[in-house]
């Protein structure tokens, strides 16, 4: 399939570096913007802008029937989701596929394994990858979250597992914080991902980012 246009689900930065790269290579580009971005340079740059209304980002960039509504308007032929916000949702992924557009990005199935972080840590657990001192039981009961949070040592970081972009996490320093940023991160990771579970890990104070790029076109070609 020839792709004629892309739309990018992203903001920002992010959105303007992926709108020149399609404009490169001869490719129409669609951004998407809240009312609070309307005045962004990629919104003015790309060849056509959808408006998603308010700006929270839950009604705006996280929203998928909006995102689709706009890929439909346009007539785009594909989404490039960018990095955070629903690049890592396998649902939409496969909500994107199944529209009969083109998905710029991992597999489903794989978004969906690595997207959730309990599962993410067990597979690399599974491979002999270290990973940070963690718990990712199963389990909603404060008790046993508060043992495992001075089993592990304060402080500790809550993560919601179905969370991307910074979103869902709190440091907890204190067992007498953790009931009400469990809450804080279960509230939030429900309203952004519609999945509560949360897990714990160690915190690290000073840590050092790390990353190993890895490309692939879905041909059998890596770089």
């Not at 969906?112 to 993410?120: C, E, F, H, T, Y």
């Not at 491979?127 to 199963?138: C, L, Q, S």
């Amino acid at each position: 399939m020839q792709i004629t246009k892309i739309l990018v689900a992203n903001r920002g930065e992010i959105a303007r570096r992926i709108l020149r790269t399609v404009k490169r290579m001869g490719i129409g580009g669609v951004a998407v913007y809240s009312d609070a971005d309307r005045e962004l340079p990629y919104v003015k740059e790309a060849d056509e802008a959808v408006p998603l209304g308010e700006a929270p980002v839950a009604k705006s960039y996280l929203s998928l029937e909006k995102i689709l509504d706009a890929a439909r308007k346009t007539g785009a032929d594909a989404i490039h989701p960018g990095y955070g916000f629903l690049s890592e949702n396998a649902g939409f992924a496969r909500a994107v596929n199944g529209a009969g557009l083109v998905w710029i990005g991992p597999p489903p199935e794989v978004i969906r394994l690595m997207g959730d972080k309990v599962s993410a840590r067990r597979q690399m657990v599974e491979a002999g990858v270290p990973v940070v001192p963690g718990w990712d039981g199963e389990s909603s009961d404060l008790g046993e979250i508060l043992r495992q949070a001075h089993a592990l040592g304060y402080p500790v970081m809550l993560k919601a597992s179905a969370g991307g972009g910074g979103i869902g996490m709190q440091v907890v320093r204190r067992e007498e914080e953790l009931e009400e940023k469990l809450s804080l991160v279960r509230q939030k990771a429900q309203a952004y991902f519609g999945d509560g579970k949360v897990y714990l890990e160690k915190w690290i104070e000073k840590p050092r980012h790390v990353e190993v790029q890895i490309l692939a076109d879905g041909k059998g070609n890596v770089l």
